[in-house]
């Protein structure tokens, strides 16, 4: 079982404690992947706009986030 197997299994736990810091977790591994798929598409010339539809965020957030990577 891998690492990110065993981290979104734990992310159901009855236990407090153990469900929480795999949320935690997951929280970062998500905003890792984000951060690299948001410049994948900037480097293939996607617009903010497009970057948002993906996202279902507005582009106003989405750029917000990630004006400051130099996208």
Excluded: C
């Excluded at 900037?42 to 970057?51: A, L, T």
């Excluded at 957030?61 to 990577?69: G, I």
């Amino acid at each position: 079982m891998s690492d990110a197997t065993a981290v979104a299994a734990a992310a159901s736990s009855k236990d407090p404690g153990v469900g929480l810091a795999a949320v935690a977790s997951l929280r970062t591994v998500l905003e890792s992947l984000e951060e690299l798929q948001v410049g994948n598409a900037r480097d293939q010339g996607w617009s903010w706009q497009q970057i948002a539809e993906a996202l279902h965020v507005s582009r106003q957030a989405v750029h917000k986030k990630y004006r400051r990577f130099g996208f």
